[in-house]
């Protein structure tokens, strides 16, 4: 089993649909997670990150923990076509002692959104 | 801030050839990361440094792999001897806190190996 799971996609919507985007992940010390939006021939760059158990809203985008289940997810509200990019799950597994652990990421989901 | 810089942008080179790939992260972050991203493999972790000293590397993928960072504002990754496999594209990252906190990607450098 990967570390970090993400159905590929490619995942196609239309303009101001609600986008749905999954991730599981296997390790239960995992702490922190963070979505990345990755555009065609670009680097990643953080959307969001979320810490707790529950839901986290930055406008647009929610982002849900569920620690028990072992997944997070991300909405799109409204989507845009400029939302159209590969979204990275990253997981921080915590080493301990004065390492902050580092991130897993996953396959990533490609996302479209035709008008 | 110019954000992460990375050099060169693009590199092509025959299979055998040294390989050196150059980053310089944002002033202040004391956290420094290179990934490696293929299509097969996606975004892999290959080593990371704090405060310049490599922390953890056990995702470098064999010997022909080194990383130095002799500053707090300038790593490489070398490549010796490269080979068609390591065709991909290389990112450099930094943060503030590592991996809990914010990564700020570089606009990567794609390596071509003939």
């Known amino acids: 089993q990967k570390e970090v799971e993400q159905n590929s996609g490619p995942l196609s919507v239309p303009e101001g649909a609600i986008a749905s985007l999954n991730c599981t992940y296997s390790d239960r010390g995992s702490q922190s997670f963070f979505w990345y939006r990755q555009y065609s021939g670009k680097s990643p760059e953080l959307i969001m990150f979320i810490y707790s158990n529950g839901d986290k809203e930055d406008g647009r985008f929610t982002a849900q923990l569920n620690k028990a289940s072992q997944y997070v997810s991300l909405l799109i509200r409204d989507s845009q076509p400029s939302d159209s990019a590969t979204y990275l799950c990253a997981v921080n597994i915590y080493a301990g002692g004065t390492s902050y652990g580092k991130l897993t990421f996953g396959q990533g989901t490609i996302l479209t959104v035709h008008p | 801030d110019a954000g992460v810089i990375q050099s060169p942008r693009h590199e092509v080179t025959e299979m055998g050839q040294e390989v050196t790939l150059r980053c310089k992260p944002i002033s202040g972050h004391d956290y420094l990361f290179w990934y490696r991203q293929t299509m097969m493999r996606g975004l892999e972790l290959l080593i990371y440094?704090?405060?310049?000293?490599?922390?953890?590397d056990s995702g470098m993928p064999e010997d022909r792999f080194s990383a130095k960072m002799p500053n707090a504002s300038f790593s490489t990754l070398k490549i010796q001897p490269s080979e068609p496999r390591d065709s991909a594209v290389y990112f450099c990252?930094?943060?503030?806190?590592?991996?809990?906190?914010?990564?700020?990607f570089g606009p990567g450098t794609r390596l071509t190996v003939l």
């Open positions: 990252a930094s943060s503030l806190r590592g991996s809990a906190d914010t990564q700020y």
């Open positions: 440094f704090n405060n310049n000293v490599p922390i953890d």
